[in-house]
């Protein structure tokens, strides 16, 4: 088991920024692709960004020039800095973690998971 800690979610409003952190074991971050999902009320799992050992990332289109990803191997922790943000950005942010992985957007390929962090954009 991977323990997947996230913290930094809140409300903000339109244009406001937020920074989500997601913490875990040190083995588990060193050998995984971790990745940030997303859930709306009434919607799918998305995809958010990801980031592999070394450093590779890729973003979703949607949040593409507004959010950024970034971890501290130093402190086992993953970032998702999230600037400019809009209503439709509202949603419970996942931390994941796929040991070994490359599948960076299926949600399945990851195999563990954090509790979720709610972020709510007011307009």
């Known amino acids: 088991q991977v323990p997947l800690v996230e913290s930094g979610g809140g409300l903000v409003q339109t244009g406001g920024s937020l920074k989500l952190s997601c913490t875990t074991s040190g083995r588990a971050f060193i050998s995984s692709l971790m990745g940030w999902f997303r859930r709306a009320p009434g919607k799918e799992r998305q995809f958010v960004a990801g980031i592999n050992w070394r450093d590779i990332r890729n973003i979703a289109d949607s949040v593409k020039g507004r959010f950024t990803i970034s971890r501290d191997g130093a402190k086992n922790t993953m970032y998702l800095q999230m600037n400019n943000l809009k209503p439709e950005d509202t949603a419970v942010y996942y931390c994941?973690?796929?040991?070994?992985?490359?599948?960076?957007?299926?949600?399945?390929?990851?195999?563990?998971w954090g509790q979720g962090t709610q972020v709510t954009v007011s307009s």
């Open positions: 994941a973690a796929q040991p070994g992985g490359s599948d960076y957007y299926t949600a399945d390929a990851y195999e563990f």
